[in-house]
């Protein structure tokens, strides 16, 4: 679980690359999601910083899994919480019906998370 959050960070940040030095060849990242990058570009400035504490929530996830500490399964159940949120608004808001295939695949994550903490003695 904590590569699949260094992973985060990584993609986070380098979408904040992206969004600070346009017009390089990394710019065909975009193809893989043109409507991230237009809504990333009307959100101007905001969308760096948004993406920067995405890649920072998504690092202290990872330290905190790796460690094993209480906190940073919190810190990665509260990151998955918001993408299942974020991915039921999307689907019922913009109607992109894609974003529910991440609503059982965050759910699953955080269900596994809880058994984890729970196999060790742990709670919430």
């Given at each position: 679980m904590?590569?699949?959050?260094?992973?985060?960070?990584l993609?986070?940040a380098?979408?904040?690359?992206?969004?600070?030095?346009p017009?390089?060849?990394l710019?065909?990242l975009w193809?893989?999601?043109?409507?991230?990058?237009?809504?990333?570009?009307?959100?101007?400035g905001?969308a760096?910083?948004?993406?920067?504490?995405?890649?920072?929530?998504?690092?202290?996830?990872?330290?905190?899994l790796?460690?094993?500490?209480?906190?940073g399964?919190?810190?990665?159940?509260?990151?998955?919480g918001v993408?299942l949120?974020?991915?039921?608004?999307?689907?019922?808001?913009?109607?992109?019906?894609?974003?529910?295939a991440?609503i059982p695949v965050?759910?699953a994550m955080?269900?596994?998370?809880?058994?984890?903490?729970?196999?060790?003695g742990?709670s919430?």
């Amino acid at each position: 679980m904590a590569c699949f959050f260094v992973f985060g960070t990584l993609m986070s940040a380098l979408t904040a690359l992206l969004l600070v030095f346009p017009g390089t060849p990394l710019d065909d990242l975009w193809k893989a999601n043109p409507d991230a990058q237009f809504g990333f570009k009307h959100l101007g400035g905001w969308a760096v910083l948004l993406m920067l504490t995405v890649s920072a929530a998504c690092l202290c996830a990872a330290i905190g899994l790796w460690h094993y500490q209480r906190w940073g399964f919190s810190f990665a159940m509260a990151i998955l919480g918001v993408n299942l949120v974020a991915d039921l608004a999307s689907a019922s808001v913009r109607h992109d019906w894609r974003s529910l295939a991440g609503i059982p695949v965050s759910g699953a994550m955080i269900f596994y998370l809880v058994q984890e903490l729970r196999r060790h003695g742990q709670s919430l």
